[in-house]
């Protein structure tokens, strides 16, 4: 009887490796998560160097930090999105203030990852308007819970409790079929 190939390793098992230095993990878990991630960077950016150059530096750190990763505290695709978010934050409050000319506002922007932007979208779909508007203004604009609230006139542990809801939301639809809630 042939021997059952091996399964694939969990992202969890990956980010293992990655801390013990297995660089065979990293190009599997880049492989796995590097077009979700340049979807959200383009969502945030618009600008294909600023989002490439994110990417990479989001990856090094994973590797960098891999050893710092708690699976009890979150799974390793949120903990890699978050990487990513962060460094895509930090590169909007790094650019300079300066004013576009109409035609740069209007101008068409690169969708390479048709997959990604799906999914985007399919997430976004099943939350409210509200909702909606809360992750935009938090993961696309960078806006803190405190913002938000202001923002919105909401209090803080509305803005709080509003957000989880619509990422838990989002995340049952995002959530591979089959795939139990950890």
Not at 146 to 167: C, D, I, M, N, Q
């Amino acid at each position: 009887m042939p021997a059952e190939p091996p399964a694939d390793p969990t992202d969890e098992t990956l980010l293992r490796r990655m801390a013990e230095g297995d660089e065979a993990a990293l190009i599997e878990l880049h492989r796995r998560y590097v077009r979700l991630l340049t979807a959200l960077g383009y969502r945030m950016l618009r600008q294909r160097e600023d989002v490439d150059a994110c990417v990479q530096d989001a990856f090094f750190n994973a590797w960098r930090h891999a050893g710092r990763f708690d699976p009890s505290r979150a799974r390793a695709k949120t903990w890699l999105v978050s990487i990513a978010h962060h460094r895509f934050l930090q590169q909007l409050r790094d650019r300079p203030e300066v004013g576009l000319e109409l035609a740069d506002w209007d101008a068409p922007t690169p969708a390479p990852d048709h997959e990604g932007r799906v999914l985007v979208g399919r997430a976004l779909s099943v939350l409210d308007p509200a909702q909606r508007e809360l992750i935009e203004l938090a993961y696309y604009r960078g806006h803190s819970h405190s913002e938000l609230a202001a923002l919105t006139g909401l209090p803080l542990g509305t803005v709080k409790s509003r957000l989880r809801s619509a990422l838990e939301r989002m995340r049952g639809v995002l959530r591979p079929q089959g795939e139990e809630t950890p």
